[in-house]
């Protein structure tokens, strides 16, 4: 096992200039191994630097999706939604979505299918909904170019909604395959229809408040307490849409309206652990045992769980194994990527895990006792394989220290 230091890794970055800091949180079920460590200094909108605190607030980009998962999960614990059910009459433009095989000859004519089954909860949850983002398929990247709303489509300041932002067809008929892609946006809005609520209320009302989580809110954001604190508020990012963290593009967040719970939120790293440890201890505060014991089972079909194990062997997987080796056995949760073996000396079986942008991981190892989160602080332009290394530091070098903390102890 590759043997990384924490401390000593990130600085050296930092002191190369090939990011600026880094924000690492990470703790057990009872809260008795906690670890909690700062390293480098944000840049100020004025310009001033400031050493990087806990309560600095982060932009999640896709570590998002794990809140999201739980709003909806809640949903139907309440009997809402739920997870197989058709989602038809709550959402019908997902029902009208039809499937797209490709285009005619002369390139300008889309190729399209009836959808048979329908979208399901669990397949927004799991990206097995046909439902992927365009920059993982050429297919959808054409029809977005040709037929998508435009900027000037949407409102005065090029805003869209879910809804209009992802308005292409399906891939793959649903349940039938995997790829990344919005079904946490869809999710978000689905909740947000059987609510009455935005995802931001509804998020602040039943996951934040039971675990003492005021400081979260979706791009834009505008509460001063909060912007004073903001990484993503510099001169490199004046608009602060999180630029750094999505590798220096921030349209994703730019051109959105509403809350989007694919990539949208705000909040900080200890807050954010709060919600993993939540989880990892299973302590009924945002979901039933059961709920929670149900995010931690592999949730595709035979069918999908072959498309998912080849778009974990593809080029692009590299991005979907979030740190994991290629020949390590994974499935789909609700919420991330599932081990389904032990690797030695570090996550247990039925680890549970994801990531948000260039910069973000995070994982809860429920075997093992562990869960935590890292954020890398890049500079701009960024480095990715340096930013690739400094996760999976993160993600070993937690596992020592806990070690480390054990055998002081003598436990």
């Given at each position: 096992m590759t043997k990384g230091d924490i401390e000593t890794d990130f600085q050296a970055a930092i002191d190369t200039g090939k990011i600026h800091g880094g924000i690492i949180c990470a703790t057990d079920a009872e809260g008795?191994?906690?670890?909690?460590?700062?390293?480098?200094?944000?840049?100020?909108l004025s310009g001033e630097k400031r050493p990087h605190q806990l309560d600095d607030v982060l932009f999640l980009a896709s570590a998002t999706k794990l809140l999201a998962t739980v709003a909806a999960l809640q949903c139907v614990?309440?009997?809402?939604?739920?997870?197989t059910g058709d989602?038809?009459?709550?959402?019908?433009?997902?029902a009208a979505k039809q499937i797209l095989t490709g285009f005619s000859e002369d390139g300008e004519t889309p190729l399209l299918e009836p959808q048979a089954p329908p979208v399901t909860l669990e397949m927004l949850l799991s990206h097995s909904s046909g439902l992927v983002y365009h920059f993982f398929n050429p297919l959808v990247a054409r029809w977005r170019e040709k037929f998508a709303p435009q900027a000037q489509d949407s409102n005065e300041n090029g805003e869209m909604t879910v809804e209009e932002l992802f308005s292409y067809p399906l891939v793959f008929q649903p349940g039938a395959g995997w790829m990344y892609g919005p079904g946490l946006d869809w999710a978000g809005r689905i909740v947000e229809h059987v609510t009455g609520k935005t995802l931001c209320e509804r998020m602040h009302e039943r996951i934040f408040g039971p675990l003492g989580i005021t400081d979260a809110q979706f791009y834009p954001v505008t509460r001063e307490d909060l912007r004073a604190r903001l990484v993503d508020l510099n001169p490199n990012?004046?608009?602060a849409l999180g630029c750094a963290v999505l590798g220096g593009d921030g349209n994703m967040n730019k051109q959105t309206k509403g809350d989007f719970g694919g990539h949208g939120?705000?909040?900080?790293?200890?807050?954010?652990?709060k919600v993993l440890r939540s989880l990892l201890a299973n302590d009924g505060k945002i979901l039933k045992p059961a709920t929670v014991d149900s995010m931690f089972e592999h949730h595709l079909?035979?069918?999908?769980?072959?498309?998912?194990?080849?778009?974990?062997?593809?080029?692009?997987?590299?991005f979907f194994r979030v740190g994991i080796a290629p020949d390590t056995k994974?499935?789909?949760?609700?919420?991330?990527?599932?081990?389904?073996?032990?690797?030695?000396?570090?996550?247990?079986?039925?680890?549970?895990?994801?990531?948000?942008?260039?910069?973000?991981?995070?994982?809860?190892?429920?075997?093992?006792?562990?869960?935590?989160?890292?954020?890398?602080?890049?500079s701009l332009p960024t480095d990715n394989e340096t930013i690739s290394a400094l996760k999976q530091t993160f993600?070993?070098?937690?596992?020592?220290?806990?070690?480390?903390w054990k055998e002081e102890r003598g436990s």
């Open positions: 008795r191994f906690i670890y909690n460590k700062t390293l480098g200094e944000r840049t100020l614990e309440e009997g809402l939604l739920s997870l989602l038809s009459s709550v959402v019908p433009e997902l990012d004046p608009d939120l705000f909040m900080t790293a200890p807050d954010y652990v079909c035979p069918e999908a769980t072959e498309s998912y194990r080849a778009a974990l062997a593809s080029p692009m997987g590299i994974a499935g789909h949760g609700l919420g991330g990527l599932l081990t389904l073996q032990d690797v030695d000396g570090w996550y247990g079986e039925r680890t549970l895990t994801w990531g948000g942008g260039l910069t973000f991981a995070w994982f809860i190892d429920r075997k093992n006792d562990l869960c935590g989160v890292g954020a890398v602080q890049a993600r070993r070098d937690v596992y020592h220290k806990r070690a480390a």
